[in-house]
């Protein structure tokens, strides 16, 4: 079955790191990614990673997997008040040829100066 | 290279009217898939069309439909609207069978009132 799971609200002080978790229950899935959505807008793709990898590195972001607990984190290095939007895991596997995000809750991160 | 591109970007509908809401891909995308988004239900699948065929389809009734025409624009329709249809409704465009990269329009604030 497919259940994406993550916390609601994580606050940080500008400048600090972000850790935004998610863990995810498809064993199937290929690909795994973070978006980002800021009020009244649509959401804009931040990163993926392939399942076969530990570890995405992209600028500020850092994507983390472990496909034995199907964990997956985002970490934004010196996270800035332009970081505060509601952050969304979302993971694809496949379901006879199409495509399907399955998507989290999403994380609300708020940046306090 | 324009991204993808939604119209109405607000609608206000009554109930039991019915509403067709479009999407553009991005040019040389052909799967087009959409996403309801309330703060209830968060983000749900609603169907994927590539070259013109629906290849997956959600758990929404059958009030909900949608095609694909030969350029990759889709558009989707909801008749007989009810309250509960009040919601954001995301378009996603992904290159090809796989959803590698799929990048999200703003979307369509859709009010039924």
């Known amino acids: 079955g497919e259940d994406v799971e993550q916390s609601l609200f994580l606050s940080v002080r500008e400048g600090d790191s972000s850790v935004i978790n998610c863990t995810y229950t498809?064993?199937?899935?290929?690909?795994l990614y973070w978006y980002k959505q800021e009020p009244g807008a649509g959401l804009q793709l931040l990163t993926y990673i392939f399942s076969n990898m530990d570890m995405k590195q992209d600028q500020r972001l850092t994507v983390l997997l472990n496909k034995k607990d199907k964990h997956l984190s985002l970490r934004i290095a010196d996270t800035q008040t332009g970081d505060s939007a509601i952050y969304f895991c979302?993971?694809?596997?496949?379901?006879?040829?199409?495509?399907?995000?399955?998507f989290g809750t999403g994380t609300q991160l708020k940046v306090e100066l | 290279k324009a991204g993808v591109t939604q119209t109405p970007r607000y609608l206000i509908k009554t109930r039991g009217q019915q509403v067709t809401l479009s999407c553009s891909p991005i040019?040389?995308?052909?799967?087009v898939s959409w996403y309801q988004q309330t703060p209830g239900q968060g983000l749900q699948f609603l169907f994927e069309y590539f070259s013109e065929t629906q290849r997956n389809k959600g758990n929404f009734p059958g009030r909900f439909s949608g095609r694909q025409f030969s350029n990759s624009r889709s558009e989707m329709n909801v008749s007989t609207l009810e309250l509960g249809d009040s919601a954001l409704y995301l378009c996603?465009?992904?290159?090809?069978?796989?959803?590698?990269?799929?990048?999200f329009g703003q979307g369509t604030r859709l009010t039924v009132v």
């Open positions: 996603a465009s992904s290159p090809d069978s796989w959803n590698t990269e799929a990048f």
């Open positions: 979302a993971e694809f596997a496949p379901t006879g040829g199409g495509n399907k995000l399955t």
């Open positions: 040019s040389g995308h052909r799967s």
């Open positions: 498809d064993s199937s899935s290929t690909y």
